[in-house]
């Protein structure tokens, strides 16, 4: 799978839109991209995937760049129960084994 | 709550003692993983399953280390002669091919493991 850049922490005002970018220069055209959260103590907890096109579901929404070698995730009214790590993932379509190869994602702090 | 359990949550144990873990996947799932996941650092792929047939092993899955899923159901994995290094959360995840036209894997909430 290929690699994918995050920074390391941000910081969002509660209520207020909070943007993760997330870097995969050299993904493949047959690799989506996915989001997965985990909060602290619990298991990831997957949030949306996409292709090529924006997608938007009722966690959050996912912005692809048209080259699509970068991405934004929005959660557009954030909570503070939306702190979290947040791991940006590109995985290959129907893959046999179809593991996840996690990073160290972005640790994201929602500030009352 | 995913509807992925596993048990125990909590485990304490002494330095070269057995554990086991037991993971309860979303029923109508076939594909089962094993992740193990250190302080600060993301989720690291242990083994799969399809059904009862273990398909792949990490590196990280040494001798001491035996994953099952007997009947395709539940799944338990056991480390043996636990060492402090084993220390870490134990995630396990399910998913099911075809749903959406893709894989999305669910996860339980770990077992958390501490060798003294």
């Known amino acids: 799978d290929a690699k994918t850049t995050q920074p390391t922490s941000m910081d969002c005002a509660e209520g207020r839109a909070a943007n993760l970018p997330c870097n995969h220069s050299t993904i493949s055209g047959n690799e989506y991209v996915y989001w997965y959260r985990q909060i602290h103590s619990q298991g990831p907890q997957y949030i949306i995937h996409g292709l090529k096109n924006n997608e938007t579901n009722e966690m959050a929404s996912l912005i692809i760049t048209e080259d699509r070698k970068s991405s934004t995730l929005i959660l557009p009214h954030a909570t503070l129960r939306d702190t979290a790590v947040y791991y940006c993932i590109v995985r290959v379509a129907m893959n046999r084994d179809d593991k996840i190869i996690f990073g160290k994602g972005t640790r994201l702090h929602i500030l009352p | 709550d995913t509807g992925v359990s596993q048990n125990p949550r909590h485990k304490i144990t002494k330095r070269g003692q057995n554990v086991t873990f037991r993971c309860d996947p979303i029923?109508?799932?076939?594909?089962l993983y094993w992740y193990r996941q250190t302080l600060g650092q993301g989720p690291e792929f242990l083994t799969y399953f399809q059904n009862e047939a273990q398909l792949e092993k990490s590196r990280l899955l040494s001798d001491r280390f035996s994953a099952e899923r007997p009947k395709g159901s539940f799944s338990t994995l056991e480390i043996q002669r636990t060492e402090q290094g084993d220390s870490a959360m134990y995630l396990c995840?399910?998913?099911?091919?075809?749903?959406?036209?893709?894989?999305?894997?669910?996860f339980g909430p770990g077992t958390r493991l501490l060798v003294l």
């Open positions: 029923s109508e799932h076939n594909r």
């Open positions: 995840a399910s998913s099911s091919p075809g749903t959406k036209g893709r894989e999305t894997q669910y």
